[in-house]
């Protein structure tokens, strides 16, 4: 099994990206998917999650409005679209994926089922 984050890269400030998690091994329809970032230097913060079945959504307060997670079940993928990105939103990017969780939490502590490695995102000034 294993969970893979892809999709970072460099970009200038105002600039787009996507990140998308996908999944071997695991229907990720049956998971609540997290993205979370982690900057050099910085705590690990939750950016935004998505519940197993239910869709719910949650975002961190200084994303919303501008991130949107969104589930391709014939993919097998989750996606992260990540507009009018800014200096600050410069990190390496993980997914995590915790089985049967329809109210997902943006808590990075929480003992989740699979860990993706991250993708760096870095947003020019």
């Known amino acids: 099994v294993q969970l893979q984050a892809s999709g970072g890269g460099l970009v200038q400030t105002g600039g787009s990206l996507r990140l998308s998690c996908s999944a071997s091994?695991?229907?990720?329809?049956?998971?609540?998917i997290m993205w979370y970032r982690q900057a050099p230097g910085k705590e690990r913060e939750g950016v935004s999650c998505?519940?197993?079945?239910?869709?719910?959504?949650k975002y961190g307060e200084s994303v919303r409005g501008r991130f949107t997670i969104s589930r391709d079940s014939a993919g097998n993928t989750v996606h992260l679209q990540m507009n009018s990105l800014r200096p600050e939103d410069t990190a390496v990017y993980y997914c995590?994926?915790?089985?049967?969780?329809?109210?997902?939490?943006?808590?990075?502590?929480?003992?989740?089922?699979?860990w993706g490695q991250g993708t760096q995102v870095t947003v020019s000034s």
């Open positions: 998505i519940g197993s079945r239910d869709d719910r959504t």
């Open positions: 995590a994926a915790d089985l049967y969780v329809a109210a997902c939490m943006l808590i990075p502590t929480l003992p989740y089922d699979y």
């Open positions: 091994g695991l229907n990720l329809d049956d998971y609540a």
